[in-house]
């Protein structure tokens, strides 16, 4: 199994839907990050977690929520899909600065 | 200005060839440099890991930071196609936050 799991891997859905993107670990990290990928700006921070009381928003949080259900589950929610949120969107956990560990991503598009 | 820049390339080489790839920053209080490895549909993963100045080395892969320069480079020597992926640089301060800024990452193409 993969340290870091997103689920789903693809989604279409429909401008104005509530979506929901999940993450869990196996490796035990305290910090969790959502990152979303797009092409020409890279990777930027929407949300990060360092341990399950402890949620911080990153640098384009605005219409979008989290949710730190255990030390080993992070979910990013989306209230109200826009289509500019069309974008692939990275999990990731860290213990420090030895760098993340990165989940395969969520492909979503919304419509 | 980006606090780090990176050429988004493609980069084209014939296999075998070294490699040089780049990055740029500007804030002075980055200590901690990475490199990424990304693949098509793939989340990336790390390459290589720097803690301030100096060279770093493992196998194929050579890391470089010069801080006075504020300037980071990833060498892969004899390349192979299996390289062909996008490298992405990352770098963090010493603030405890452990947040990483990227790049925009850099497509590279190896050429059988």
Not at chain 1, 27 to 50: A, E, N, T, V
Not at chain 1, 82 to 95: D, G, K, M
Not at chain 2, 41 to 53: I, N
Request: aromatic share 14%; net charge positive.
């Amino acid at each position: 199994d993969a340290d870091v799991t997103q689920t789903p891997r693809n989604r279409i859905t429909k401008t104005g839907k509530r979506i929901m993107l999940e993450c869990s670990q196996t490796k035990g990290h305290d910090r969790m990050y959502w990152y979303r990928q797009d092409p020409g700006l890279g990777l930027r921070l929407i949300y990060y977690s360092f341990d399950v009381k402890d949620i911080n928003k990153g640098e384009i949080s605005d219409g979008y929520s989290v949710s730190r259900q255990a030390q080993a589950k992070f979910s990013l929610s989306l209230e109200s899909a826009i289509p500019n949120q069309t974008a692939l969107y990275f999990c990731a956990t860290s213990a420090g600065f030895y760098g993340y560990t990165f989940g395969s991503g969520t492909r979503l598009t919304v419509v | 200005q980006k606090e780090v820049e990176q050429d988004p390339g493609p980069l084209s080489v014939p296999e075998g060839a070294i490699v040089s790839l780049n990055c740029t920053y500007s804030n002075s209080a980055f200590q901690y440099f990475m490199w990424y490895r990304q693949y098509s549909r793939k989340g990336p993963e790390l390459l290589m890991y720097t803690y301030s100045s100096g060279n770093k080395e493992d196998g194929r892969f050579t890391a470089q930071v010069d801080k006075s320069s504020k300037y980071i480079s990833l060498f892969i020597r004899d390349s192979q196609p299996s390289d062909s992926a996008t490298y992405l640089c990352a770098m963090s301060a010493a603030s405890g936050t452990y947040k990483y800024i990227f790049g925009t990452g850099t497509r590279l193409k190896v050429l059988a």
